[in-house]
């Protein structure tokens, strides 16, 4: 990305953007950490394959809401109202067994959480919105 397109960008867009690949990596961690833990019990290939794919949505939605595409911004916060409610009791439930994993979970809440608070002030939402955006 050029220093011209970052300018042209509020930084609000530019913030989120950088919270969310954030918060893709502490995933990242996460999954890790998940299949270190249980890679006795069950085989974690589809763990693995899934979490793959569902990176690789996300690193694409976080490139379209940085080129300045709304239908991105708008799809990342339905999979945030759908996601969120899902995983606030599995980690608060998972806290006394993995605390450090059920604390990452809820830094990557926060960071979603700060990230579509910024998408969706009104410098981001007047960006979105205009001719410059789009390109």
Known sequence: MSAKELLEKPGNVVSAAK???LMIAIGMVRTGMTVLRHADVRSPHALIFTKILVYSASLFLIY???Q???WARW???VIFAIAFPL???PTLDA???SPVHSLLGFLQLG???VAMVYLFQRSSTEWF???KASG
Do not use: A, E, P, R
Request: without cysteine.
């Open 129 to 131: 919105g205009s001719g």
């Open 75 to 77: 799809f990342l916060l």
């Open 64 to 66: 379209q809401i940085s």
């Open 87 to 89: 995983s606030v009791l």
């Open 111 to 113: 960071l979603y959480i």
């Open 95 to 97: 806290i006394s067994h």
């Open 19 to 21: 919270l969310l690949y």
């Open 68 to 70: 300045g595409k709304n």
